[in-house]
């Protein structure tokens, strides 16, 4: 069974600080991984798929990236700010279903 | 496009009613899940289907029914709602042709007293 840990779980920076917010799982052998945000009582928006035989995605501030051999990736944030204030969830695929870490909530302060 | 849209936002049921949550995506995608979000547990998996007439079993299956009879619409039948069941609700549609990246809906929030 996949499991996916996500790492920590709860993180507060100052505005203007990078973020780092990692994510790993047991069964390497995936098809792809998606990051996703959440915001209180609101469903999940995308912000980055990772295929299997990609190494990194970016997208503006954006940027993450998938060691599938060591089951890791990590969701590069620069320069936060407080609209960035949200849960930050990573999902695996394989075998036409979608496993998910339990999340990091983020808070950015102004 | 409206993306994934779900009804009903919100909803009270007493034990042992029945009720179904509806689903429905207007992006042609031949993929469809639904998922429950509990405090502390994340997102799980409890049915999906892969094209009309194809349905299976994810992690939380039990309590529940789906039926796929058409591409765009995916609903979730709780045949006698417990309190465990109380939960957010979420639905998703992929497209294999987007490396199944998952598009969800806005969800329905269950409250079963």
């Known amino acids: 069974k996949q499991e996916v840990t996500q790492i920590p779980a709860a993180l507060s920076v100052p505005e203007g600080e990078n973020l780092v917010l990692n994510c790993s799982f047991t069964d390497s052998a995936i098809y792809n991984l998606q990051w996703f945000r959440q915001d209180p009582g609101k469903g999940l928006t995308s912000l980055l798929l990772?295929?299997?035989?990609?190494r990194e995605q970016t997208s503006g501030r954006l940027n993450a990236s998938l060691d599938k051999s060591s089951g890791r990736s990590t969701l590069y944030i620069a320069a936060s700010q407080p609209g960035d204030s949200a849960t930050y969830l990573c999902a695996v695929w394989r075998d036409y279903k979608l496993s998910f870490g339990a999340g990091t909530t983020v808070t950015v302060r102004a | 496009n409206a993306g994934v849209t779900q009804t009903p936002k919100f909803q009270v049921l007493k034990t042992g009613q029945s009720m179904t949550l509806q689903c429905a995506q207007d992006m042609n995608h031949e993929y469809m899940s639904w998922y429950r979000q509990d405090p502390g547990m994340g997102l799980r998996l409890i049915h999906y289907s892969v094209g009309a007439g194809i349905t299976d079993q994810g992690e939380v299956p039990n309590g529940y029914n789906v039926s796929r009879s058409t591409t765009e619409d995916f609903p979730l039948r709780l045949l006698s709602a417990a309190p465990s069941q109380t939960s957010v609700y979420f639905c998703a549609s992929s497209y294999w042709g987007q490396a199944y990246e998952q598009y969800f809906g806005p969800g329905t929030r269950l409250t079963v007293t």
């Open positions: 990772i295929q299997s035989s990609q």
